[in-house]
């Protein structure tokens, strides 16, 4: 069984200041993981993956997430937000190339303040 | 670039009433998916397809059913809605070469019943 869960359902950060989501997941098998960004109105739409290799994963937008086995984690950084940042981001989980269902993070919702 | 449609942003249907979300997408993918998205809970799989005229349950199935007569096109069937299954309602897609390929959404369907 996998699942992922994500601490903080809204996260409010100042324009410029550093942006950090974070994401634990469990998988009794290696992990495929991702971030995904949903504006107002619109579907998903992918960030970054990690599948393996690097576990230091940069994605669109100047975002970037470190794959910490140890840790369970893969938290999403940025180091300064802007505006257009404001979305709420969620974060997925495959264990593994042998399961097809990708599950998600209840999502987190960041604000951006002027 | 992937393109996902889905045949309404917005539809109010009655209690009872049969209803047909409709997703088309335009890469030739082998794959596509329904999802669920209710706020605090993130996007819950209702039904996956791997293939033509192929699908598999995903975590909330009830209620629901699936049709998948073209390669391009998947639609979601309510059969009789009910109240409870007013919620955001998004489609995906994905090519059959890997698991850990990205998923393209579309801009969703919200479902109101009345």
């Known amino acids: 069984a996998q699942s992922v869960t994500q601490l903080g359902s809204h996260v409010s950060v100042s324009e410029g200041a550093l942006v950090l989501l974070r994401c634990n997941y469990s998988s009794s098998v290696p992990p495929y993981l991702f971030w995904y960004v949903q504006y107002p109105n619109q579907g998903l739409q992918l960030l970054l993956k990690?599948?393996?290799?690097?576990?230091l994963v940069k994605g669109i937008n100047g975002f970037e997430a470190e794959f910490k086995k140890s840790e369970t984690s893969f938290h999403l950084t940025k180091p300064s937000a802007h505006m257009s940042d404001a979305a709420e981001y969620f974060c997925?989980?495959?264990?593994?190339?042998?399961?097809?269902?990708?599950?998600f993070g209840k999502g987190t919702k960041l604000s951006v303040i002027p | 670039d992937v393109k996902v449609t889905q045949s309404s942003r917005y539809l109010v249907k009655r209690t009872g009433e049969k209803v047909f979300l409709e997703c088309v997408q335009d890469?030739?993918?082998?794959?596509m998916f329904w999802y669920r998205q209710d706020p605090g809970l993130g996007l819950r799989l209702i039904y996956f397809s791997y293939d033509v005229k192929m699908k598999e349950k995903g975590d909330i199935p009830e209620g629901y059913s699936v049709s998948r007569e073209k390669k391009e096109r998947f639609s979601l069937i309510l059969e009789s809605a009910s109240t409870n299954q007013t919620s955001m309602y998004l489609c995906a897609s994905r090519s059959g070469g890997g698991n850990f390929n990205e998923q393209f959404f579309g801009p969703g369907t919200r479902l109101t019943v009345l």
């Open positions: 997925a989980v495959i264990s593994g190339a042998g399961s097809y269902q990708l599950t």
């Open positions: 990690y599948t393996t290799g690097a576990t």
């Open positions: 890469m030739d993918h082998e794959n």
